[in-house]
């Protein structure tokens, strides 16, 4: 080339590069395009009608999937027991954990709650 430019790795030639506003991924993604995360929590916030003895009750999915897996624990059903106990353990032991934060400074302290609530903003978008 005469304009003294050396094609070579990373240096590619410049007839292929992409223009300036052109995107390598045309037809990616579509905008707007919910993963399966945000799926699945739309759906178990959607509410439901459920009868509690002789009550009739508006709760989220999420809500009737734990009163009923905690209604079959107690009338003895042991994989029900089972799971109840696992998700108590897992959620009481990640909170308990989250609230531990030893021996940092005052400032650092403040850094990581600022992050953490960001991050967990961030989710319930």
Partial sequence: ???????????????????????GNSKGRPKGTLNLKTDLEKELSEPINIREGDRHLKVSKQRAMVKALVAKSLKGDARAATILIGL????????????????????????????LTRQLEGDSK
């Fill in 1 to 23: 080339m005469t304009d003294g430019y050396k094609v070579g790795y990373g240096k590619p030639p410049k007839n292929g590069r992409f223009k300036r506003g052109q995107s």
């Fill in 88 to 115: 108590i353990g897992r959620l009481l032991n990640a909170d308990a954990e989250s609230e531990k934060v030893v021996g940092l400074d005052p400032e650092d302290s403040t850094i990581l709650e600022d992050f």
